[in-house]
């Protein structure tokens, strides 16, 4: 056994000895670069030998060999901090998670007390526990169902806002304001009505402009330099219906759909709503026209927070105007909510207000396609209106107005042909096409633009100005430059030249920013 000890002994010293010998020589190795006597001991010794030149290069030598060791000590000051900070982290997150923990037994302990109450509630109501549910939804208990109901603060119901208006809207019923007039006159009344009531002014033309694109898509973009009365034509409007339009103020921070119609948290059990939500449930009690101003809308990117409304917009059926708010659905959800699923009404319209300038975001040909924009770019001027009220309208009316337009006033023949032929043009000189969504929305739009007291060419000048020369931006303006002026002759040929000064104006500003 003794024998065994010594090798054990003499066996591990080989390895312990190599280790203190790696300790000792790294803590003999900093006392040797710390050892300014020997360096001075050297400088003594040769010193009597060196010429000026050489003492230059000796204090070169000293002022190098100063800096690394202040590099080594600097180094060494980093790493001790590091180390102090990561174990400071990890202080913290264990502190952290001990208390996470703690906060989980205590909501534990309040889902445990809140069972407990809704136990109480139930049992006042005459049920068993557990028995609810299955009692409720018996059609011959329809008494006890509003009891409960009216427990709207037990926090049961993840929609509290579209319940509240379920309740709101129990016994209403569509009303009919009988509603007569033309849209000529329609123009007339809301240009009267913002200027007596509102002293807001703008001409005959805007407005009609305004009410065209109302027919021609449901989201219309106000757009132009700011203070010129883009938010305020939607606000105006809103007023004149008797509907407040719903105002969303866009925020740089929107990134999807959450932002406008809200989201289901998780942890409480509760659907966040939005006011953009409870407008449209709202309008799908009514038959009156509503409206929901998105201001400022490209101060994020308009394709992130409304593509999927872009995209539902776009539906031939209204049928198919369906979004998903939740995946599944509960006893107590709304009562327009089917499976989670809302119908996005019919009777309201999104318009944009946009700004043009450094701090927003280009807006998307696929924004632009879907939409019609109109230019607000000057104020209108002040004039003697007549006083007019406020009237209520029916989105059918409204709407059958739109339908009855458009077939009184179909593109002539002519001006089908004409557009055709500067399609072509417009393909074989700037390699842009006009699509067949842009040509249906066009027709929707001059006709109604006909009807509200316009002219066809007018009309197909400013919706060709505004949806296909806008592309032109895209484009290097150095390198078609040259054709802008065949262009616009094109268009003195083809319409004349006392026509189409919206595209021409257009074209011309174009060709000064080169």
């Known amino acids: 056994m003794n024998t065994f000890i010594r090798f054990l002994y003499e066996f591990m010293s080989v390895f312990f000895n190599g280790l203190f010998t790696i300790g000792q020589g790294i803590v003999s190795g900093i006392t040797q670069m710390f050892n300014f006597s020997e360096y001075l001991y050297i400088i003594q010794f040769y010193k009597n030998d060196f010429k000026v030149s050489e003492w230059i290069l000796v204090i070169i030598a000293i002022v190098v060999l100063l800096i690394l060791l202040g590099l080594i000590i600097a180094i060494g000051w980093l790493l001790i901090r590091k180390y102090i900070r990561f174990r400071k982290t990890l202080v913290e997150q264990e502190s952290m998670l001990n208390e996470i923990a703690e906060l989980n037994k205590k909501v534990t302990g309040l889902v445990k007390e809140k069972e407990e109450i809704l136990a109480m509630k139930v049992s006042q109501l005459g049920l068993k526990p557990g028995e609810e549910a299955e009692v409720l939804s018996e059609e011959d208990n329809k008494d006890k169902k509003e009891e409960v109901e009216t427990l709207d603060d037990d926090g049961n119901y993840r929609f509290s806002k579209l319940h509240a208006i379920d309740l709101q809207f129990r016994d209403y019923k569509v009303q009919n304001y009988n509603n007569t007039f033309t849209l000529e006159e329609l123009v007339e009344q809301f240009r009267n009505f913002a200027a007596s009531k509102l002293r807001l002014y703008y001409t005959t033309n805007m407005i009609r402009l305004f009410i065209s694109a109302l027919s021609a898509t449901k989201l219309v973009i106000l757009q132009g330099i700011s203070g010129t009365g883009k938010t305020s034509l939607a606000y105006a409007w809103g007023k004149f219906i008797k509907r407040d339009a719903i105002i969303a103020s866009v925020q740089p921070s929107w990134r999807d759909r959450t932002e406008l119609f809200g989201y289901f948290n998780e942890f409480t059990k509760k ?29 994020a990117r308009v394709e992130y927070y409304f593509a999927e409304m872009l995209s539902i917009l776009e539906m031939p059926s209204r049928d ?90 179909p593109l ?22 006009f699509g067949n969504r842009i040509v249906k929305q066009m027709r929707d739009f001059v006709a109604t633009y006909i009807e509200c007291g316009g002219t066809e060419v007018d009309g197909v000048d400013y919706y060709i100005a505004r949806k296909i020369l806008r592309k032109f931006e895209q484009l290097n303006l150095a390198y078609i430059r040259d054709e802008i002026d065949g262009f616009i002759e094109y268009l003195n040929k083809t319409f004349g030249k006392e026509n189409f000064n919206e595209c021409k104006d257009y074209l011309l500003r174009l060709k000064k920013l080169v």
């Open 320 to 409: 198919e105007w369906v979004i998903e708010l939740v995946p599944s659905s509960w006893d107590n959800d709304p009562k327009k909510l089917k499976n989670g699923k809302l119908q996005i009404p019919g009777n309201m319209w999104y318009i944009g207000t946009i700004n043009n300038d450094d701090s927003t975001f280009a807006v998307t040909d696929k924004v632009y396609d879907r939409a019609m924009p109109i230019d607000i770019n000057d104020k209108g001027q002040v004039f003697t209106p007549v006083d007019t009220e406020a009237m209520n309208i029916n989105s059918s009316y409204l709407e059958g107005l739109f339908a009855e337009a458009k077939q009184k006033h």
């Open 271 to 299: 659907f966040n709503e939005t006011d953009v939500l409870k407008g449209m449930y709202i309008a799908g009690y009514t038959d009156d026209v509503y409206v929901t101003v998105l201001d400022e809308m490209n101060i």
């Open 412 to 433: 002539s023949e002519e001006m089908e042909q004409k557009i055709s032929d500067m399609d072509d043009y417009v393909i074989k000189h700037f390699r842009i096409a």
